[in-house]
């Protein structure tokens, strides 16, 4: 199938790999081992002539709040912790769609599968401003800022958690409602509830017996 050309568009179709689930689920299971340590670890490690001060992401969201730099706090902790959980949730629920069935709409599906692929080039904020931050606060022997262990897990996160999704072959939310044999079938629906004929008819009448003529 992958020498045949859309008649529409004039691409070449590319079949469908039957290995998209396994390794959404691989890539998924690195990328949340790595986000542990991201939120453990220090981010930043800032050296002056008199301390050293190293930071997590939460504990810099927090001792922004409390200068009164709100702003930046929320940003910090939706780019940090909002998105990437977002996003393992959301990758999560589309691979248990497709292989359990989901009471969503395909079209629903595939749209929060566009959200996960938009925000995924976003997710790399925390680690562009520490890379900014080090290598513009180098003041030798004053004053100079390091990137900590964290910035490297979270860059592994954000990584894996993108080929999670880029392994997610959008495909197969369609295929279930196409009747793709080797998917299983969606979830059917509730049936509904039909009133009782029996209830709203009253009780059944005994059939009329023939009678017997007298002889």
């Not at 690195?30 to 453990?40: D, E, H, K, R, S």
């Not at 992401?57 to 939706?78: D, M, Q, Y």
């Not at 299983?184 to 009782?196: E, G, I, N, S, T």
Request: charged share 15%; aromatic share 8%.
């Amino acid at each position: 199938m992958g020498t045949e050309s859309c008649g529409r568009c004039g691409h070449h179709m590319v079949s469908r790999d039957t290995l998209s689930l396994q390794k959404v689920w691989a890539w998924w299971v690195v990328g949340l081992i790595c986000y542990i340590p991201a939120n453990l670890y220090p981010m930043l490690a800032t050296r002056t002539l008199v301390s050293k001060d190293e930071g997590t992401i939460i504990g810099g969201a927090v001792e922004l709040a409390h200068h009164g730099s709100w702003g930046i706090a929320l940003i910090i902790i939706f780019a940090s912790v909002v998105i990437p959980i977002g996003k393992f949730m959301a990758v999560a629920a589309l691979a248990l769609g497709v292989k359990n069935g989901s009471r969503m709409s395909p079209l629903r599906r595939h749209q929060l599968y566009e959200v996960v692929e938009y925000i995924g080039r976003w997710s790399m904020i925390d680690v562009f401003v520490v890379a900014i931050l080090s290598s513009l606060v180098q003041l030798g022997s004053l004053a100079s800022i390091q990137p900590g262990k964290a910035s490297l897990f979270f860059a592994l996160s954000v990584i894996f958690t993108m080929l999670s999704a880029q392994s997610f072959d959008s495909r197969m939310i369609w295929d279930q409602e196409d009747g793709n044999p080797d998917l299983p079938p969606a979830r059917p629906p509730a049936p509904p509830v039909l009133p009782d004929a029996s209830a709203q008819s009253g009780p059944e009448t005994p059939p009329e017996t023939a009678q017997k003529a007298p002889a």
